[in-house]
Every structure is written in structure tokens, then in C-alpha cells.
């Protein structure tokens, strides 16, 4: 599904990725953790395009991005730790707008698929809104589901709960859980470690623009390998 | 008396013609002006932000009697000689061009990068994602300042009294001196006062209207 090769990224002086390489199979959920500054996001935001890299191969479904660029990143939707749901456009608009503008499907087939997805993120009730009048958690939701109205086969999180109030953090992961159960292709970055253990078939940790480990859950949170791993959990455990 | 007030009132009414259609040709190629002005400043051609920060600091940093007389007296100097309207109107186009290039300007880059992140993951194209996205979410936050430029616009329109188009001020000041009397800038003081509310409510109108977003 993703194969990246030696990946390497640097802004400027500053060598973010050193040498990444990974594969990630159909349907796998994949958490990316480590300590911040350790390059997670520019991993993500360098998979779909946000961050060009420097150098490097990545294929995704078999696509490889430096021969065909945007192509490649057609089949991938990412959710931001931001949300940046468009203000002006209602929930539904949201939803709609990348389907109508980009695929050209009629206006009456968008607006039942986005019904169908807001009801799975349980926001029917909400379509008419407007992100400002939605809290922090409602808002994510409705990220996810526009990011799903694109039928992407791979999503990228970048922290998709670290902006929320804590009480808000449940109803979010819960819909990613869903998906996980789905089958759909995902790569998750974040901080919620219980989630994590509980969703992911394997998870990297990060370190100084390198993954230092890539194991299964219960490798990395019952036995972690090194020391440094073992020191980052510690801590992080005890900040919730 | 009453009916002197209806005889000026026409006559006056009549200048104001030509106020109305240089408002209107100004008011719509301007802001195009300033559309294509604001998208070549953020287009990050070196070039281009050059040529156009020149403009803009021409326009915005010279009277706009100056550039009036400049089109009208200076221009059949170099050999190119226009009519008093189509030199009233190149001139307001081009001064009101650059005010809107730099308020359109702002507006844009006062827009989260991650509005543009969200767009092109979502694989929407540059254009698309300008006039679907960015520029739609740019009106609300210009809306003050463009309100206030299209006060200003109804008043600079009676510069081009002094280059003799028969405008609302002139016609004014015509029957001033025919009649003399002072009624007729009276007129004209009140056909000015209910143009600009007319305009500030529907500018008022209109910031109603893009609230409802947040
Ligand atoms: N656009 C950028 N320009 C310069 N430096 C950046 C940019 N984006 C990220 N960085 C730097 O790259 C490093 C890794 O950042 P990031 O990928 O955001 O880490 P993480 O998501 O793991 O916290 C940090 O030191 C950060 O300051
Ligand atoms: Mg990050």
C-alpha cells in the first residue's frame, strides 16, 4: 500500500527525516509515536505532498510519487490536528465540495454519500451548521468525514484528539476506531498511547527524524527494546 | 420656491448620470483590477511583486487630482489625447485598482495556510482552491475596508468637475451661478448623503449577511 525507501528531508540546515523506510500493507492502522520535534508530522505532511522530500523513494499503491506526483496522492486523505474545515461552508459543504469540484459527481449523489458519512460520525443533526458553531470534537468529526467523502483508500491523523478539551477526545477516537475496524489504510500520529495499544496492528516510534522501532503494540508498550523508548512512555503515561 | 427645488433637482439629476456611470465602470474594473492585483502580488514572481508594489505605491502615494490632470492634461503631451470621460474613468479605474490590489492583498494572506493544506489534500487545484476556498472566505474581511473605499469613491467622483465633465457637482455649481442661489448645492449636498448611505446600507446589508459563519 505505502512503501517508502530512505527517505530524507531537511528544512534548510535542519535534517528533519534521516533515512526512513517502512511498508505498510492493505488495511493495517499504524501508530506513529515519539517525542516532539522528532519529525512525525513532516513524515505524514512529506506522504501526501504537504512536504516535498529531498530524497528518497515512496510508492503509494504502487504509485511511485516522483514519476507521477499528484496521482499518487489522489487515493490518500489526511485529518489535521486543526481541523481546517472550511468557515464559510456548512457541514454539508464541507463535505460536498471536494467531491463536486475535484471527482465532478452530481451535486444529488455528493449530498447522500456526505448524509450517509455524517451519520457515521454521528452529525446528522448538524449538516446545516457551521464549523463555528460546533465544538472542538464535532468539528474533527466532521474533518474525518470530509477527508472520507473523497473515498481515499489510506487516511493520515496528525494528532486528531491533541486539540481537544480531554472530555472531547473519546467521541474522536472512537470514529477512527470504527474505521480501523473497517479496513481502511491508516496512519495515526499521536499521544493517546491506551488508543494506540488498542488500535494499531504495529506502531513506530520516532526519534530524531529516524524510526527507531517498528513493532507490534504489545511489544513496544509492555517490553519496550531500549531505554529511550521505555523513558519517553514513562513520561508521557505520567502526563495523563 | 417649491418649484425651483424640482426644476434644479432634474437638472442636477441629469449631471448626476454621469456620476452614476463613472461609479459603476469604476467600481467593477477596479475591483478586478485589484482581484488580479492582489493574486500577482501573492504570486511569488519576483518580477511581478515588483512591477506591482511600483504601481501601488504610484497610485496610492500621488493626489488623485494630480493623476486626473496627469490623464487628461498630461497625456496629449506624449500624444495620447482622451476624451474628459474615458480619462476620468482610466484614472479612478487605475488609482482605485491599487487600493483594492493592497486591501484584496491583505485580505488573502490573512488566511490560514492551513485553509490552502486542507484544500490540496483534498486535491484541489491552485484555482480551485482560490476561488472556491480562499477568495470566498477573503470577502468577509474586506468588506469594511471596501465599504469605505466605496464611500470614498462617490465623493472622489466630484474631482472630475475640474476637467469639465457636466457630473453631479457641476451641474450644481452651474445653476449656482446661473440662479445664483444657494439651493442648488444644497441639492447636490443631499443626492451625495443619500448615495453614500445608500451604499454604506448596502454594505451593512452585506456584512449581515457573512456573519452568519461566525
Ligand atoms: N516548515 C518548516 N520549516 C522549518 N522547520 C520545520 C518546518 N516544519 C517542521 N520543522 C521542524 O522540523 C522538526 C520536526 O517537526 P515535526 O515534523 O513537526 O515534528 P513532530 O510532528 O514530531 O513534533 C522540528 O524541529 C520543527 O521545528
Ligand atoms: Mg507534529
Redo the contacts with the bound molecule.
Keep these: 500500500m505505502i512503501k517508502a525507501k530512505d527517505i530524507y528531508k531537511s ?1 534548510g540546515e ?1 535534517e ?1 527525516l534521516s533515512g526512513i523506510s517502512f511498508e505498510v500493507e492493505q488495511g493495517e492502522a499504524i501508530s506513529i509515536i ?1 517525542p ?7 513524515l505524514l505532511r512529506s506522504l501526501i505532498g504537504l512536504e516535498e522530500i529531498n530524497s528518497g523513494e515512496l510508492y503509494i499503491e504502487g504509485i511511485s510519487v516522483r514519476e507521477s506526483g499528484k496521482k499518487a496522492y489522489q487515493k490518500m486523505g489526511m485529518v489535521f490536528q486543526g481541523f481546517n474545515l472550511f468557515p464559510h461552508k456548512t457541514v454539508m459543504g464541507n463535505l460536498i465540495e471536494a467531491p463536486l469540484v475535484v471527482k465532478g459527481i452530481k451535486k444529488s449523489a455528493a449530498k447522500e454519500n456526505a448524509a450517509a458519512l455524517l451519520k457515521k460520525v454521528g452529525l446528522s443533526d448538524k449538516k446545516d451548521s457551521y464549523p463555528a458553531q460546533l465544538s472542538g470534537g464535532q468539528k474533527q468529526r466532521v474533518a474525518i468525514a470530509r477527508a472520507l467523502a473523497m473515498e481515499p483508500d489510506i487516511m493520515l491523523f496528525d494528532e486528531p484528539t491533541s486539540s481537544l478539551d480531554p472530555e472531547l477526545v473519546g467521541e474522536v477516537l472512537t470514529v477512527i476506531r470504527d474505521l480501523a475496524e473497517e479496513n481502511i489504510t491508516m496512519l495515526i ?1 499521536t499521544h493517546e498511547m491506551g488508543f494506540a495499544r488498542d488500535v494499531s496492528d504495529r506502531v513506530f516510534f ?1 526519534d530524531h527524524g529516524q524510526i527507531i522501532s517498528d513493532t507490534v503494540p504489545e511489544k513496544i508498550f509492555v517490553n519496550p527494546e531500549s531505554e529511550r523508548i521505555q523513558n519517553f512512555l514513562t513520561k508521557i503515561l505520567s502526563q495523563n | 420656491m417649491f418649484d425651483y427645488i424640482i426644476n434644479v433637482s432634474g437638472y442636477i439629476l441629469e449631471g448626476s448620470l454621469i456620476t452614476f456611470q463613472l461609479y459603476l465602470v469604476t467600481a467593477i474594473f477596479s475591483v478586478i483590477l485589484g482581484i488580479a492585483g492582489a493574486l500577482g502580488k501573492i504570486s511569488k514572481i519576483p518580477l511581478l511583486e515588483s512591477i506591482l508594489s511600483f504601481y501601488t505605491w504610484v497610485f496610492r502615494g500621488t493626489p488623485l487630482l494630480l493623476q486626473l490632470f496627469f490623464a487628461y492634461y498630461g497625456l496629449p503631451v506624449l500624444g495620447i489625447t482622451l476624451q474628459p470621460f474615458p480619462a476620468a474613468a482610466l484614472t479612478f479605474i487605475v488609482n482605485y485598482g491599487a487600493y483594492f490590489t493592497e486591501i484584496f492583498r491583505g485580505g488573502i494572506e490573512s488566511i490560514n495556510e492551513g485553509q490552502y493544506e486542507a484544500a490540496k489534500v483534498l486535491g484541489m487545484n491552485y484555482r480551485q482552491t482560490m476561488s472556491r476556498i480562499i477568495i470566498p472566505q477573503t470577502v468577509k474581511r474586506i468588506l469594511p475596508a471596501t465599504s469605505n473605499e466605496a464611500i470614498n469613491l462617490v465623493k472622489d467622483s466630484a474631482l472630475v468637475a475640474v476637467i469639465g465633465l457636466g457630473d453631479l457637482l457641476r451641474a450644481a455649481k452651474v445653476a449656482v451661478t446661473r440662479d445664483f442661489s444657494i439651493i442648488p448645492f444644497i441639492i447636490a449636498a443631499v443626492f451625495y448623503l443619500i448615495i453614500s448611505s445608500v451604499i454604506v446600507t448596502v454594505f451593512r446589508k452585506l456584512e449581515e449577511k457573512y456573519s452568519v459563519y461566525e
Aim: aromatic share 8%; no cysteine.
Design positions: 528544512f535542519l528533519v515519539g516532539s520535534g522528532s519529525g512525525k508530522s513532516t500520529v520516532m
